[in-house]
């Protein structure tokens, strides 16, 4: 497909279980961001790639959070020791550069729940 | 700290009124103006952004929105609403770092 995909589409797990989403971007989009979302709220910033590194992770709640990208592609956000808390919707968008002007192009998002 | 703010939580509109959407940011340096709308059911897209030149950008599907600097503000406009106009609207500003600030969203209904 031409648009950034996501999956799973909902995850529902238990509070203090591993969790990973994945994020596939727009082919040949250098710039990959994530997002968390929360009912009622916009989506909240949590980290940048451009490329393989993390360009800016300031957003990240805490330690249990990371984020990887090791092939410039593909992402996946990793949380650890979930908690009732980290339920939302998580997001992910892609740009072509990571220049401030450039749209970003969002994904369907993962639904997690934890219980 | 920077902020987005969107005054209206929830607009009710009947088809054919006209529409704006309120909102602020707190920034007094260079920005990077978004509006993005996001239907039931679907992601997030792009309606109309702002980085530079005419403060009167127009968007997609009649949408048009004004950068008024002094004000701090990025309002939407479109004069005549439809009801396939239903959907959440977010405001999004890029502060000239990469990550977005995104508004709280305004959700439209738009009555047949």
């Known amino acids: 497909g031409a648009g950034v995909s996501q999956t799973p589409s909902n995850k529902v797990t238990e509070k203090g279980k591993y969790v990973e989403l994945r994020c596939d971007p727009i082919s040949g989009h250098t710039a990959l961001y994530w997002y968390r979302q929360s009912l009622g709220q916009g989506p909240e910033f949590l980290i940048y790639?451009?490329?393989?590194?993390?360009?800016?992770d300031s957003g990240l709640p805490n330690d249990r959070f990371f984020a990887v990208r090791p092939e410039g592609s593909v992402s996946t956000l990793k949380i650890q020791r979930t908690e009732r808390g980290d339920s939302a919707v998580y997001l992910c968008?892609?740009?072509?550069?990571?220049?401030?002007?450039?749209?970003?192009?969002f994904g369907p998002g993962t639904r997690l729940l934890v219980l | 700290a920077q902020s987005v703010s969107q005054h209206n939580h929830h607009v009710i509109l009947s088809e054919a009124a006209s529409l704006e959407l309120g909102c602020n940011y707190s920034?007094?340096?260079?920005?990077?103006l978004f509006w993005y709308v996001q239907y039931p059911g679907q992601h997030l897209q792009l309606l109309l952004k702002y980085f530079s030149g005419d403060p009167l950008v127009k968007g997609i599907k009649g949408f048009e929105a004004e950068f008024i600097k002094s004000k701090f503000s990025f309002n939407l406009r479109k004069p005549s609403v439809q009801w396939s106009d239903t959907a959440e609207y977010f405001c999004?500003?890029?502060?000239?770092?990469?990550?977005?600030?995104f508004g709280a969203g305004t959700r439209l209904t738009v009555k047949p």
């Open positions: 920034y007094g340096g260079t920005v990077n």
């Open positions: 790639f451009q490329g393989t590194g993390a360009a800016d």
């Open positions: 999004a500003v890029n502060f000239m770092g990469n990550d977005m600030r």
């Open positions: 968008a892609s740009s072509l550069t990571p220049t401030g002007a450039e749209t970003q192009y």
